[in-house]
């Protein structure tokens, strides 16, 4: 046997036949139809391997009785190792019953030597079949890999597809969409209640209401999508914040007869939504605090003012020194809470978010101790009285003058 050189403009045929004559037969009958082809013969299993290696033939004509080497061996072999490429039996005389079982095990037709004007339908019906299979398998092979990936994109972003029939009720739950609360695929069935019976109960009537009305704007044919948030109980009894968009299609009719949409977990968007309204709460009451701490050191300046006044004025034996003593306390535990107040204002609006820090301590969190209230606009030390009544006041008493001066 001599290798030819492969012409890619020919289409190669691997030809199993033992009797030469037959083959020049074959080849002949081939040209004589108008076929281009080149040829490789061979009858043995050494051939035909090697041939398949390295003429890599396009169909393979095969006879099935030889003495050597036999069709069924010759199918065999090209359905381990060339799968694809199409196999005809060409064979002198053939029982119906051989011929059933070569078609199950993987030949695409079978001629007999005596009708060779069927050769050429049979190879081209054979190469057509393998490659409408070859086209199918490289769609379905493309699709699975489609779809994998559409998975992947799922679930990384956190999207689970759902369909409802709403004709039958049918629904359809995604992998995805399960995971989501907690579930395996098998662990949570295809059913419209596996949805309804999750919904957190503030918000079943809610939902409910705007899936009705949604359909029923569709029953009236107008369009557009359905756009909703909602909580769903989780496996571990929590609940996870979800946004659903879905679409409705219509039947013939121009009646809804099924949805298709996804769930969205937004439950980490909610949290963070939450906490910086709680921020804005706080800024606010830090805002408030801050004015009315403004408008308190105002009043206390004034009373401390002129208590140390009449504490100047009051003889040092007299009883009333205690009730000012007492007085002039209460406004210094005054003047501190209103210190912190403004430095709770001053915290929230410089570092907003924090919670934490000398500055940001509560109003009221040591508003026992005793401090210096100044006077607004000087930093001035309004004074603090001793024990016996006989502190230094003038301080106090130089802001109450400026204030009534300004009254």
């Not at 009858?43 to 035909?48: H, I, K, L, P, Q």
Request: proline share 5%; net charge neutral; charged share 30%.
């Amino acid at each position: 046997m001599v290798e030819q050189p492969v012409d890619t403009r020919l289409l190669r045929i691997l030809i199993v036949e033992d009797v030469p004559r037959d083959a020049d037969l074959l080849q002949r009958a081939m040209r004589r139809d108008g076929l281009a082809f080149e040829a490789v013969v061979t009858d043995t299993r050494e051939g035909f391997l090697h041939a398949l290696e390295t003429f890599r033939p396009e169909i393979v004509l095969s006879d099935y009785s030889m003495p050597r080497f036999s069709g069924r061996e010759a199918l065999d072999l090209k359905q381990q190792h060339t799968p694809d490429i199409p196999f005809i039996v060409v064979t002198g005389s053939i029982n119906e019953e051989t011929a059933v079982d070569c078609i199950k095990c993987g030949a695409d037709d079978y001629v007999t030597k005596a009708h060779l004007a069927r050769l050429l339908p049979a190879i081209q019906g054979a190469l057509c079949k393998k490659s409408l299979q070859k086209a199918e398998r490289q769609a379905r092979e493309a699709m699975r890999a489609s779809e994998a990936r559409l998975r992947s994109a799922l679930a990384a972003s956190n999207i689970g597809p759902w369909e409802w029939n709403l004709k039958t009720n049918a629904v359809y739950l995604s992998p995805e969409w399960k995971r989501q609360i907690g579930y395996e695929d098998t662990e949570l069935g295809n059913t419209f209640e596996a949805w309804a019976d999750r919904l957190h109960p503030e918000d079943r009537d809610p939902t409910m209401a705007a899936l009705e009305r949604y359909l029923e704007a569709c029953r009236r044919g107008r369009d557009g999508m359905l756009a909703v948030e909602f909580r769903l109980r989780h496996r571990d009894g929590s609940h996870r914040w979800i946004l659903t968009h879905a679409e409705a299609f219509r039947d013939d009719a121009g009646q809804p007869e099924r949805m298709i949409g996804c769930h969205v977990d937004i439950t980490t968007r909610r949290q963070t939504e939450e906490a910086l309204r709680q921020v804005q709460k706080l800024e606010a009451i830090a805002t408030l605090a801050g004015g009315v701490a403004h408008d308190f050191n105002n009043l206390l300046t004034v009373i401390n003012g002129y208590t140390d006044l009449a504490m100047g004025q009051v003889p040092t034996d007299s009883t009333l020194q205690g009730d000012l003593a007492e007085i002039r306390t209460a406004g210094e535990r005054g003047t501190a809470l209103t210190r912190q107040l403004l430095a709770f204002s001053r915290h929230r609006r410089e570092c907003p978010g924090q919670q934490s820090g000398q500055d940001a301590a509560p109003p009221g969190r040591g508003a026992h101790r005793t401090g210096h209230p100044t006077c607004p606009g000087t930093g001035e030390s309004s004074g603090r009285p001793r024990p016996d009544g006989t502190g230094d006041h003038e301080p106090g008493r130089q802001c109450a003058r400026r204030h009534a001066g300004r009254r």
